[in-house]
């Protein structure tokens, strides 16, 4: 069996929100030291308790625009008025060390960034349902109800893309989730769920949201009100 792992030490990680990407990605970067997750530049304000250097890159707007137009930059997107982007300065500190890549990145930037990134994997969480993932961002009790329905409405849009990703990993039980994004990114095992299967499970997502979707956008504006 191919070890994929031969093809690239780069590994995009993609899901809409609140399907748990990060906790995902959290854990397999703390037990296996060999794999890092690519660090971001950002251009919005540092919160309490982030570190330069971990969390993000900081950087003031001159400075962000300058890598950019200099081509520093393997994508970048502006997000609610603040910049956020990968550097390819980044990548080749983490692939010098002969570490894996952790892309921790969106459907957009993965768009952007894949054709830079010949033979890198790239792996897409999804929820085991709409309907769960609705529950989901209801139960973070972080977002008002119309940011919920503003970050469900994203979901749909990113699920449709997801023909552009490699593997699918379904996060209905997280043990298991990470069991297989491990096998992936540390161990250059294929995914269980590629190809066909993985077009035909966001085919489904896809037909969850437009039967769901009415319901719940009443519901977001009834919780508003």
């Known amino acids: ?16 929100s609140g399907t748990g990407k990060t906790t995902l990605n959290s854990r397999l970067e703390k037990l296996h030291p060999d794999v890092e997750i690519s660090i971001s530049l950002t251009t919005r304000k540092q919160r309490s308790g982030e570190i330069d250097g971990k969390h993000y890159h900081f950087v003031d707007n001159a400075t962000f625009q300058k890598n950019a137009t200099e081509g520093r930059m393997l994508e970048w997107a502006e997000v609610f008025g603040n910049l956020y982007g990968t550097s390819i300065s980044e990548i080749e500190r983490i692939t010098k060390k002969n570490h894996k890549v952790i892309l921790e990145i969106d459907v957009q930037g993965w768009m952007t960034a894949q054709p830079k990134l010949p033979g890198a994997l790239a792996v897409f969480i999804l929820p085991p349902s709409m309907i769960d993932l609705w529950n989901r961002l209801e139960k973070r009790g972080t977002d008002s109800p119309q940011v ?16 552009i990703y490699d593997f699918f990993i379904v996060n209905d039980d997280l043990e298991r989730a990470y069991g297989e994004l491990e096998a992936i990114i540390v161990h250059g095992e294929p995914g269980r769920i590629s190809g066909k299967a993985g077009h035909a499970l966001c085919d489904r997502l896809l037909n969850e949201f437009q039967q769901s979707s009415k319901i719940l956008e009443l519901k977001a504006i009834h919780e508003e009100t």
């Open 1 to 16: 069996m191919e070890n994929i792992f031969q093809r690239s030490g780069v590994f995009a990680v993609s899901a809409p």
């Open 148 to 163: 919920r329905w503003r970050r469900f409405k994203a979901a749909r849009d990113e699920i449709a893309a997801g023909r």
